[in-house]
């Protein structure tokens, strides 16, 4: 898709009628805790047409009136502003149009007005509350109580296009991070929630990953992406688009590897991430990391060129920019995710583990498994002996270029410059790195 085509339709696996995404905003709250920084999840009734019973963050379609030249005028960044902040990834009018939804969906959702008067001061809150109530139009309640819509508190983060596939439903969703203001409270619309939670990131991880909670790939994974954040400065740092999605490259470098540079790992316009496929008739897919249209749409495609079946994804690790694509694919070609015992719960989806010393059987080519917990603890390589490579994932390369440091033991130099040597003991190689370049080592 072109940047700010929201509405481009998307090639489908299967027969059917083409369902175009439709545009949406969410946003992800943070608030100061004990514990560090939580987010606010709310629980769709299990009645609900899209998504029952799933804990999400607030949010929903962008609607004609999120144009509406008065709420415009009230957007405390103009459209351009608004564009920038997606670093051109949306046109002006669409970008100011999502920011707009991003604050209206948070209200009417969660009842939290990112918005002041003309002088700064908080809302009345008990008027904008009784609005809301009543059913007053967004664009009318801003206009009564004379409000400036912070749109400027708003820091974009990630996209996300549902696969064409299990729903008649699909959304292109902007995702956003903002701050709980200073007083505010949550006071959930009860007929879209039926209750919420504040947690850490890692605690809803942990939620998930013990069955207390039920979460998508896009929330799963920006809980993930949030996991070492302080606060909204390192959201604005070190997770904020700095560049625009643009179309994969592909490159083959062999007759049974391809490499696809991918725009938009962890869902983030502009951050790199390398994907591989192996194979030539039966072909895996490793570190998808993309999980929009045009980068499953390439994956894809190279496999339809060479007449192949994709058999598996397998990823070196669940960290975002490896794994976020990894559902995408597997529903539109219907196969297994594959990564370490240890990716499991970062997942919302169900594995099959990788073990030490596992040779791949579902690919056409010779794929053997070595354990390298470093830098992630679940951290996988894979050799790839007919080919002369071994992709290292995080092991080597430049790292991603969007994501918030954490600090951890796994990454540790001495636990990186082992799992190295192992590599190097297994013979001459050119090393594949999810990011960056390959290089040789003899």
Same mark, same amino acid.
């Given at each position: 898709?072109?940047?700010?085509?929201?509405?481009?339709?998307?090639?489908?696996?299967?027969?059917?009628?083409?369902?175009?995404?439709?545009?949406?905003?969410?946003?992800?709250?943070?608030?100061?805790?004990?514990?560090?920084?939580?987010?606010?999840?709310?629980?769709?009734?299990?009645?609900?047409?899209?998504?029952?019973?799933?804990?999400?963050?607030?949010?929903? @379609? &962008?609607?004609?009136? %999120?144009?509406?030249?008065?709420?415009?005028?009230?957007?405390?960044?103009?459209?351009? =502003?608004?564009? !920038?902040?997606?670093?051109?990834?949306?046109?002006?009018?669409?970008?100011?149009?999502?920011?707009?939804?991003?604050?209206?969906?948070?209200?009417?959702?969660?009842?939290?007005?990112?918005?002041?008067?003309?002088?700064? !001061?908080?809302?009345?809150?008990?008027? !904008?509350?009784?609005?809301?109530?009543?059913? /007053?139009?967004?664009?009318?309640?801003?206009? /009564?109580?004379?409000?400036?819509?912070?749109?400027?508190?708003?820091?974009?983060?990630?996209?996300?296009?549902?696969?064409?596939?299990?729903?008649?439903?699909?959304?292109?969703?902007?995702?956003?991070?903002?701050?709980?203001?200073?007083?505010? /409270?949550?006071?959930?619309?009860?007929?879209?929630?039926?209750?919420? %939670?504040?947690?850490?990131?890692?605690?809803?991880?942990?939620?998930?990953?013990?069955?207390?909670?039920?979460?998508?790939?896009?929330?799963?994974?920006?809980? =993930?992406?949030?996991?070492?954040?302080?606060?909204?400065?390192?959201?604005?740092?070190?997770?904020?688009?700095?560049?625009?999605?643009?179309?994969?490259?592909?490159?083959?470098?062999?007759?049974?590897?391809?490499?696809?540079?991918?725009?938009?790992?962890?869902?983030?316009?502009?951050?790199?991430?390398?994907?591989?496929? &192996?194979?030539?008739?039966?072909?895996?897919?490793?570190?998808?990391?993309?999980?929009?249209?045009?980068?499953?749409?390439?994956?894809?495609?190279?496999?339809?060129?060479?007449?192949?079946?994709? /058999?598996?994804?397998?990823?070196?690790?669940?960290?975002?920019?490896?794994?976020?694509?990894?559902?995408?694919?597997?529903?539109?070609?219907?196969?297994? &995710?594959?990564?370490?015992?240890?990716?499991?719960?970062?997942?919302?989806?169900?594995?099959?583990?990788?073990?030490?010393?596992?040779? &791949?059987?579902?690919?056409?080519?010779?794929?053997?498994?070595?354990?390298?917990?470093?830098?992630?603890?679940?951290?996988?390589?894979?050799?790839?002996?007919?080919?002369?490579?071994?992709?290292?994932?995080?092991?080597?390369?430049?790292?991603?270029?969007?994501?918030?440091?954490? @600090?951890?033991?796994?990454?540790?130099?001495?636990?990186?410059?082992?799992?190295?040597?192992?590599?190097?003991?297994?013979?001459?190689?050119?090393?594949?790195?999810?990011?960056?370049?390959?290089?040789?080592?003899?």
């Amino acid at each position: 898709m072109t940047p700010g085509d929201a509405g481009a339709p998307a090639a489908t696996a299967g027969t059917g009628p083409l369902v175009v995404p439709r545009a949406a905003a969410t946003v992800a709250l943070l608030r100061p805790g004990p514990a560090g920084p939580e987010v606010l999840l709310t629980h769709r009734p299990s009645t609900m047409a899209f998504g029952p019973g799933l804990h999400v963050f607030p949010g929903g @379609a &962008v609607d004609p009136g %999120d144009a509406d030249v008065r709420l415009v005028a009230r957007s405390a960044l103009a459209p351009a =502003a608004c564009a !920038a902040a997606w670093a051109g990834d949306l046109a002006p009018a669409a970008a100011v149009a999502h920011h707009v939804a991003a604050i209206r969906e948070l209200f009417e959702e969660a009842g939290v007005l990112l918005a002041t008067t003309r002088d700064g !001061a908080a809302p009345d809150a008990a008027a !904008a509350e009784g609005a809301r109530r009543a059913g /007053t139009p967004f664009g009318d309640l801003v206009e /009564t109580l004379d409000l400036v819509l912070r749109t400027d508190l708003l820091v974009p983060l990630s996209r996300w296009v549902t696969p064409p596939v299990g729903t008649g439903r699909r959304y292109d969703a902007r995702f956003y991070v903002a701050a709980l203001p200073d007083g505010a /409270t949550v006071l959930p619309d009860a007929g879209e929630v039926v209750a919420h %939670d504040w947690m850490t990131a890692r605690a809803a991880l942990e939620a998930m990953a013990g069955r207390r909670i039920e979460l998508w790939p896009p929330t799963s994974t920006t809980l =993930a992406q949030l996991a070492a954040a302080r606060g909204i400065e390192d959201v604005q740092r070190h997770l904020a688009p700095v560049a625009p999605a643009t179309p994969p490259v592909v490159e083959r470098l062999g007759p049974d590897l391809v490499r696809l540079g991918l725009r938009g790992a962890g869902g983030i316009p502009g951050n790199d991430v390398n994907a591989y496929l &192996v194979g030539r008739r039966r072909m895996v897919v490793v570190d998808p990391g993309d999980p929009n249209d045009a980068a499953v749409d390439a994956i894809l495609g190279v496999a339809a060129e060479r007449g192949a079946r994709i /058999t598996a994804v397998l990823l070196t690790s669940a960290a975002p920019d490896h794994a976020a694509g990894s559902t995408s694919v597997a529903l539109r070609v219907e196969a297994p &995710v594959m990564a370490a015992a240890g990716a499991g719960p970062l997942l919302p989806d169900a594995i099959v583990p990788l073990a030490d010393g596992d040779l &791949v059987g579902l690919v056409d080519s010779r794929v053997r498994v070595h354990a390298m917990p470093a830098p992630h603890d679940d951290h996988v390589v894979l050799e790839l002996s007919d080919a002369g490579a071994v992709l290292v994932g995080d092991l080597a390369g430049d790292g991603p270029s969007r994501a918030i440091p954490a @600090a951890g033991t796994a990454g540790d130099e001495a636990s990186l410059r082992r799992s190295r040597e192992r590599i190097r003991g297994l013979g001459p190689a050119t090393w594949l790195p999810a990011h960056g370049r390959e290089r040789r080592e003899d």
